[in-house]
Nanobody, 128 residues
Framework: QVQLVESGGGLVQAGGSLRLSCAAS????????MGWFRQAPGKEREFVSA????????LYADSVKGRFTISRDNAKNAVYLQMDSLKPEDTAVYYC?????????????????????WGQGTQVTVSS
């Protein structure tokens, strides 16, 4: 079995920074895509960022472009999200996600339905 363990959430003032970490435990595997989604109270879960196994062409939601940076370490089966210039609107539960290793057809890294494994979520609260 595969488990995703997240850390790094917390309370920060607007303009501050947080770094989220997510590592896979259990059987060794290298997901094709790893990403981050978030869900604020009363809202649907939304895409934040994703990166493929190659590490190239990271993807970002328009709302976080220029402020968040995603990276992954395949040797550690880990993905990170550096969040800078945080805004109160970023307050949400952040979920790490990992896809399967292989696909017959291409997936959409921004689609939650294309991810197989999910972390438990970590709360990020940004005060004004």
């Amino acid at each position: 079995q595969v488990q995703l363990v997240e850390s790094g959430g917390g309370l920060v003032q607007a303009g501050g920074s947080l770094r989220l970490s997510c590592a896979a435990s259990g059987r060794a595997f290298t997901p094709y895509a790893m990403g981050w989604f978030r869900q604020a109270p009363g809202k649907e879960r939304e895409f934040v960022s994703a990166v493929l196994r190659s590490g190239g062409n990271p993807l970002y939601a328009d709302s976080v472009k220029g402020r968040f940076t995603i990276s992954r370490d395949n040797a550690k089966n880990a993905v990170y999200l550096q969040m800078d210039s945080l805004k109160p609107e970023d307050t949400a539960v952040y979920y790490c996600a990992a896809s399967a290793e292989l696909f017959i057809t291409p997936i959409s890294p921004i689609s939650a339905g294309d991810y197989r494994f999910w972390g438990q979520g970590t709360q990020v609260t940004v005060s004004s």
